[in-house]
């Protein structure tokens, strides 16, 4: 099979394909004495579809649990955000739009700031807006939910993608899911990974046929259609030493990372909201190793101030009480904002971005970097800088940071005044000049999914040229041994929290070149966890030797 298996297992059941009704949009335009009366009708839609996404609300929390069911609470954000209304609004006053087809054009003119994106979490995000418009729009066509509901035997679902609204009838009958689009950072991939389903996104062959009996192996990237019995049987085996398996992780949550002959290597969370927080302490992860600032800034309709920015750092790291790593805004690129205009750029990837951004823009700079000290007073918060490419760059990054601190003893506002410092390394250029930065960082956290496409590169996105793209490349094994040990020379921890850190095969061989941290999606945590502890550090150390 083709694709990316976002859950590891073994599933078997009946195919159900998932089949997508057309929505036919009305064109007509509405005369002005029908406004006032269309002005009801979509609000009396609204508060039909508000109320049917609190019952989905409400059968996620029984399900799966309560960080599942968030998604819901953002929905309805979403319904009630007073910029879409008034913009549906509009054109129903002004364009003489019908209600439907005024939603259905809100949705396309909001989507196209969020589907330009590369970056798959937040690209993602789109899919929220259009879940909920379109669920909007069913409500006033009259078209009934999704058939999920009325699924009642063991299946393996097959779709182009589905939508938060169907992951709630993600019951004990959904076995397996094969979807066409989506990415390993959907939500129907969060839903389907802390269910533990096993699911592939990017399947590219031909659907097999409604009601086929299907053996899915997400971990060996094959499926069997109408498996012969001794197949089936053997299947059949499989799947029950994985549930005892499964149920033997639970047992990890509060172990730490510890290898077989005792030692210790800390296992984080990549969180970029609070419910990722709750999600790393309920798979056994003891801290945050990466927050993903920039996820605030695209969210909000204008520059997040100190205040906003300090009560989300806060809510995080209160919630964790363990340590946070909080990467500053990590913007450009592929990622943009709705309230900034960036200047078109031939090559954005290598552009003004992530930090050299900050730095031209130090006003906004300073108010994430207050923000951030303001919450080290009470939690063993440190401060990672993006993409750094020069030791000069990091001067920059800790005069204003300075400056910051400076500004809140003017205030009178408490910090922490020796708060730790980091960067990422992601540009080749630093992982061979790590001893000129001696004495200006803390700790160094390896982006390894940046530092594979700049050392490759190779742009992962890129189908035509994906499968060049590999973490395991020698070059790539090589530069991480060089920074573990440029690091521990100065006595500065290593982490790594690229998709390297959240896969078992590589998170060892990460353990195997001295990496002190691993951080990672927080529904990988406990497999992780549980390779490291089955691990013998000694043996690892020796493999990778002399590479």
């Keep these: 099979m083709t694709g990316v298996a976002v859950f590891d297992g073994i599933s078997i059941g009946k195919t159900w394909l998932v089949e997508e009704k057309e929505i036919s949009i009305p064109e007509y335009s509405l005369t002005d004495g029908d406004i006032d009366d269309e002005l009801s009708s979509i609000e009396e839609w609204k508060n039909k579809h508000g109320e049917n996404l609190k019952h989905k609300k409400d059968m996620i929390l029984e399900t799966v649990g309560e960080e599942e069911s968030k998604i819901f609470d953002a929905h309805l954000e979403i319904l009630n955000d007073p910029e879409l209304e008034a913009t549906i609004i509009g054109h129903i006053k002004n364009d003489h739009m019908n209600g439907v087809k005024s939603i259905y054009e809100t949705m396309q003119q909001f989507l196209q700031l969020f589907k ?18 379109t669920g909007w729009i069913k409500v006033g066509l009259g078209i009934e939910e999704s058939g999920l509901a009325s699924i009642s035997e063991d299946v393996v679902l097959f779709a182009n993608d589905l939508t938060p609204s169907d992951t709630v009838h993600f019951t004990s009958f959904v076995k397996g899911v094969v979807l066409q689009e989506g990415s390993v950072t959907s939500h129907t991939a969060i839903v389907a990974k802390a269910k533990g389903i096993p699911t592939i996104v990017g399947f590219k062959e031909l659907m097999p046929k409604q009601g086929q009996v299907v053996v899915l192996d997400t971990k060996a990237m094959a499926m069997i259609v109408e498996p012969d019995q001794e197949t089936y049987d053997t299947y059949m085996e499989k799947v029950k030493e994985i549930e005892v398996y499964k149920a033997s992780l639970a047992k990890l949550k509060d172990l730490p990372g510890l290898t077989e002959d005792g030692h210790e290597i800390e296992i984080f969370g990549n969180v970029g909201a609070l419910e990722d927080a709750h999600a790393t302490l309920d798979n056994g992860g003891f801290g945050v190793g990466l927050l993903r600032t920039e996820l605030i800034y695209m969210e909000s309709k204008d520059w997040p101030t100190e205040e906003e920015q300090y009560k989300i750092y806060y809510d995080i790291a209160s919630t964790v009480n363990e340590e946070v790593i909080i990467r500053t805004l990590d913007i450009g690129g592929d990622k943009v904002l709705p309230y900034y205009k960036f200047d078109h750029e031939e090559n954005p990837f290598l552009g003004l971005r992530a930090l050299r951004f900050c730095l031209k823009n130090q006003d906004i700079f300073l108010t994430q970097l207050k923000a951030i000290l303001r919450v080290s007073a009470e939690f063993p918060v440190k401060v990672m800088f993006p993409m750094v490419g020069a030791v000069s760059e990091l001067i920059e990054a800790r005069k204003v940071l300075d400056l910051a601190k400076a500004e809140l003893r003017e205030e009178g506002k408490a910090f922490n005044d020796q708060i730790p410092v980091g960067i990422m390394v992601e540009i080749p250029s630093v992982v061979f000049a790590l001893d ?11 982006g390894t999914n940046d530092l594979c496409q700049y050392t490759l590169a190779v742009d992962r996105m890129n189908p035509e040229v994906a499968y060049l793209y590999d973490s395991e490349n020698i070059s790539i094994l090589r530069m991480i041994k060089h920074v573990v040990k440029s690091c521990h020379a100065m006595n500065v921890k290593v982490g790594v929290c ?13 353990l195997g070149l001295g990496v ?7 529904a990988m945590i406990p497999y992780v966890k549980d390779a490291i502890r089955k691990a013998s550090y000694k043996e690892l150390k020796e493999k990778y030797a002399s590479i």
């Design 116 to 133: 330009g994106i590369d970056d798959p979490y937040i690209r993602e995000r789109a899919v929220d807006i259009e879940d909920v418009l």
């Design 498 to 510: 690229g998709e390297m850190a959240g896969s078992v095969k590589t998170g060892l061989i990460l």
């Design 516 to 522: 002190d941290e691993l951080s990672m999606s927080p």
């Design 436 to 446: 000129m930065f001696e004495g200006l960082i803390d700790f160094v956290s390896i």
